[in-house]
């Protein structure tokens, strides 16, 4: 594979996942040998540098992610405020919509239906206190996350079955959900680790499109 095209591969790939992935998962991903990956993540962590790029290779083990640079720390910190203390932006409207209605609901499942990374906007959401997340029991390396008691307070609810339509939204996200799945056959599988891997609400250092 061209050099270039298995960098952005690389790149794309480690982006949209968002989370710590095993060097040998990334190759299978990609359908590549491991030398060939190595090479490719050394490619891309020299291209990084080079263009002086907001992004960061980070290596732990056998274990490689995307994550912002530490000196960006501070305008990342700024960004969050501002959303905590401005109103919601449609993305997290729609996203705690979707959580609202489907939850529990894993990230992975929520960016399946959303098609895109939500990993900044669930955390803008947890740091409201409007979604609360727990560890899935299926998947100990995971979380589950649902509606907040705090959300359900500010609307008036005793429980979330009084939404309008539940039921119907329900079971159109659902829908929704399996059409998405059935589609996407080959989808990443999340990490196989027994470690919890998704990120802290306050960590700014993870991956991910800061937009969404």
Do not use: C, W
């Not at 000196?71 to 919509?97: M, V």
């Not at 906007?121 to 907040?148: C, F, H, I, Q």
């Amino acid at each position: 594979m061209e050099s270039k095209n298995l960098l952005s591969k690389i790149e794309a790939l480690l982006f949209i996942y968002g989370e710590p992935m095993e060097l040998k998962k990334l190759a299978k991903m990609l359908s590549v040998s491991d030398s060939d990956t190595k090479e490719g993540l050394r490619l891309l962590e020299e291209e990084l540098v080079r263009a002086e790029r907001g992004l960061a290779l980070i290596r732990s083990g056998n274990k490689v992610q995307l994550a912002t640079k530490p000196e960006f720390a501070k305008i990342l910190e700024d960004i969050t405020k501002q959303e905590f203390n401005e109103a919601l932006t449609p993305a997290a409207l729609e996203t705690l919509s979707i959580v609202s209605y489907a939850g529990p609901i894993s990230r992975a499942d929520l960016e399946y239906i959303r098609g895109v990374n939500s990993s900044f906007t669930l955390r803008a959401l947890l740091m409201r206190g409007l979604v609360e997340r727990s560890v899935d029991p299926k998947r100990g390396n995971a979380y589950l996350y649902n509606p907040s008691f705090e959300l359900l307070r500010h609307l008036g609810l005793t429980k979330v079955e009084l939404l309008p339509d539940y039921e119907k939204y329900k079971s159109l996200v659902a829908s929704l959900h399996t059409e998405l799945k059935q589609s996407q056959p080959e989808a990443p599988k999340p990490p196989e680790s027994t470690e919890l891997t998704e990120k802290e609400p306050a960590d700014l250092e993870e991956g991910g499109d800061l937009t969404q």
